[in-house]
């Protein structure tokens, strides 16, 4: 797990003021790869499938927390592309979760056009 006990608590208590900060597809230190990471509590099993660049990396998400916190790594891609979220619940059924991709990337203001659609 990459999270420091503290970030890890403020997610899974719901207490972070950004959690997009930490949540979702974010370059490691140094440019040694990438880690995803996602609240999905219903989940079994979670993988990541990249979108436009398929010679991107497939790679699982462990849970880190009983709560539903995945977090995943690779070491094969060290700049964020877009993916998907390929979600296996405990009933074996499987869904597909298109991301916000550039969350990260787009400044959004409450009140305007640019909010973000998955929260806002």
């Given at each position: 797990?990459?999270?420091?006990?503290?970030?890890?608590?403020?997610?899974?208590?719901?207490?972070?003021?950004?959690?997009?900060?930490?949540l979702g597809m974010q370059p490691?230190g140094g440019g040694s790869g990438?880690?995803?990471?996602?609240?999905?509590?219903?989940?079994?099993?979670?993988?990541?499938?990249?979108?436009?660049?398929?010679?991107?990396?497939?790679?699982?998400?462990?849970?880190?927390?009983?709560?539903?916190?995945?977090e995943g790594t690779t070491k094969?891609?060290?700049?964020?592309?877009?993916?998907?979220?390929?979600?296996?619940?405990?009933?074996?059924?499987?869904?597909?979760?298109?991301?916000?991709?550039?969350?990260?990337?787009?400044?959004?203001?409450?009140?305007?056009?640019?909010?973000?659609?998955?929260?806002?």
């Amino acid at each position: 797990m990459l999270l420091t006990k503290d970030e890890l608590h403020s997610l899974v208590e719901l207490m972070h003021q950004s959690p997009h900060m930490l949540l979702g597809m974010q370059p490691l230190g140094g440019g040694s790869g990438l880690v995803v990471r996602a609240f999905l509590p219903d989940a079994a099993k979670v993988e990541v499938q990249p979108v436009h660049e398929k010679d991107k990396p497939r790679f699982a998400l462990k849970r880190i927390h009983e709560s539903g916190l995945f977090e995943g790594t690779t070491k094969s891609a060290n700049r964020v592309y877009a993916y998907d979220l390929v979600v296996t619940n405990h009933q074996g059924r499987t869904r597909r979760t298109r991301t916000n991709r550039f969350m990260n990337f787009v400044p959004w203001r409450k009140n305007s056009a640019n909010l973000c659609p998955s929260c806002c």
